[in-house]
């Protein structure tokens, strides 16, 4: 089966708290892709990283960082130092099939107060 | 702005009318991408397209669905007879076939239908 697991549904941080959002995957395919998505409250879905299943490689993108483990089939994120706007539904996402369908979790709602 | 764009943002239809919404992806796009997102769950996969050819359809997009994208550009997706559980947001999606953006999918802000 192929499928992207998401098992936080909701997480609440203060301002400036690092937070990691979990992602487990299953797929039979050794060629596959790994995204993130953010979805803003105004509800456009943002890319903000593909990593491919031959790159193991940890990427950090400003306060944001990721680390991908096959050995586990994960895909973690983290936000480093939290700020309000990064309050979102963010979304992992598995594409085996060499780019026409992507599958999605069922997201992660991140409240960050102030 | 040159980002996807859906029309209408929102539609609200009685049970049984049929709706069409339309996606304008990036211009030099040549994959388009239909997803369905209900409340609290992630975008499912409805159907693509590579220029004007449909190469792939989901099993959720019932015989009452319909896209078409007749010119390698803008997209419509039609549902006839409207139910109640069609009730979503439908969202369009378009990416570039590169070696550099492979995969990688740009989304509209989404129609959001309601059937009542």
């Known amino acids: 089966a192929q499928k992207v697991t998401q098992a936080q549904t909701e997480i609440s941080v203060v301002e400036k708290e690092d937070v990691t959002l979990d992602c487990v995957y299953e797929?039979?395919?050794?060629?596959?892709?790994l995204f993130w998505y953010k979805q803003p409250p105004s509800g456009e879905l943002v890319f903000l990283i593909r990593?491919?299943?031959?790159?193991?490689q940890n990427e950090i993108s400003g306060r944001y960082s990721w680390n991908f483990q096959k050995s586990t089939s994960s895909f973690n994120f983290t936000i480093t130092a939290s700020q309000v706007v990064d309050s979102a539904v963010y979304f992992c996402?598995?594409?085996?099939?060499?780019?026409?369908?992507?599958?999605f979790g069922a997201g992660t709602r991140l409240f960050v107060k102030a | 702005d040159t980002g996807v764009s859906q029309d209408p943002r929102h539609k609200i239809t009685k049970r049984g009318q049929n709706v069409t919404f339309r996606c304008d992806p990036i211009?030099?796009?040549?994959?388009l991408y239909w997803y369905r997102q209900t409340l609290g769950q992630g975008p499912e996969f409805l159907t693509y397209?590579?220029?004007?050819?449909?190469?792939?359809k989901s099993r959720l997009l019932s015989d009452r669905f319909s896209a078409e994208r007749p010119k390698g550009s803008f997209s419509t997706l039609e549902i006839q007879r409207t139910e109640q559980g069609d009730s979503a947001m439908y969202l369009c999606?378009?990416?570039?076939?590169?070696?550099?953006?492979?995969?990688?999918?740009?989304f509209g802000s989404g129609t959001q239908l309601s059937v009542l």
């Open positions: 211009s030099e796009h040549n994959r």
């Open positions: 797929t039979r395919d050794t060629t596959y892709y």
């Open positions: 996402a598995l594409d085996y099939t060499g780019g026409f369908k992507t599958i």
């Open positions: 397209f590579q220029n004007e050819a449909q190469l792939e």
């Open positions: 990593r491919n299943s031959f790159d193991e």
């Open positions: 999606a378009s990416s570039l076939t590169s070696e550099a953006t492979n995969e990688k999918l740009f």
